[in-house]
């Protein structure tokens, strides 16, 4: 899997290219070429056909990668995602940072919902991070959230900075 394949270098593409065309591959150190049978997934949130235009993508790279496209509609498109995701993130990071449960006021996941997510799944994980780490009650408020219309402290007047940060990975 290739993430943000919209954003390798020239000389990546060129290497890219050859392997997919070649199936052979070397590794970094070694001097020896070795057969590989893959298949590739590539994600981007670029135009990669405005790209190829633009001459800043190989064309040739392109269409040996485009095969079979998924669109994957951006969060404010599909918002009757966001309760799942939600409470998918929140479950992730309860588990993680050992938790006890919490549940997502009403007023909370209305907010989440209306919200118009410019960093799309992303910003919405990161929100609910944020919102495990600075609540301090059994219930989410709009106040826990991050967006520039709730206040920057959670109750009890509590910020991000004097809560424990814990980075999760997964």
């Known amino acids: 899997f290739l993430d943000e394949i919209g954003d390798v270098s020239p000389k990546t593409q060129m290497v890219l290219l050859r392997v997919l065309d070649e199936r052979m591959i070397t590794r970094v150190g070694g001097n020896r070429t070795i057969s590989v049978d893959f298949r590739m997934i590539a994600a981007t949130n670029r135009d990669l056909e405005a790209m190829v235009a633009e001459g800043t993508f190989r064309e040739d790279l ?11 509609p951006s969060l404010r498109e599909r918002k009757e995602d966001i309760p799942l995701l939600t409470e998918h993130f929140l479950q992730r990071y309860l588990r993680a940072m050992s938790r006890t449960p919490l549940v997502f006021a009403p007023e909370a996941m209305d907010l989440l919902v209306r919200h118009d997510w410019p960093g799309n ?50």
Do not use: K, S, W
């Open 62 to 72: 392109y269409y040996r990668l485009n095969v079979v496209t998924i669109r994957m």
């Open 121 to 170: 799944v992303r910003e919405l994980q990161n929100a609910v991070e944020r919102a495990v780490v600075i609540c301090r009650g059994g219930r989410i408020e709009p106040t826990d959230l991050p967006f520039a219309d709730a206040p920057a402290a959670g109750p009890g007047g509590r910020t991000l900075a004097d809560a424990e940060r814990v980075h999760v990975e997964g």
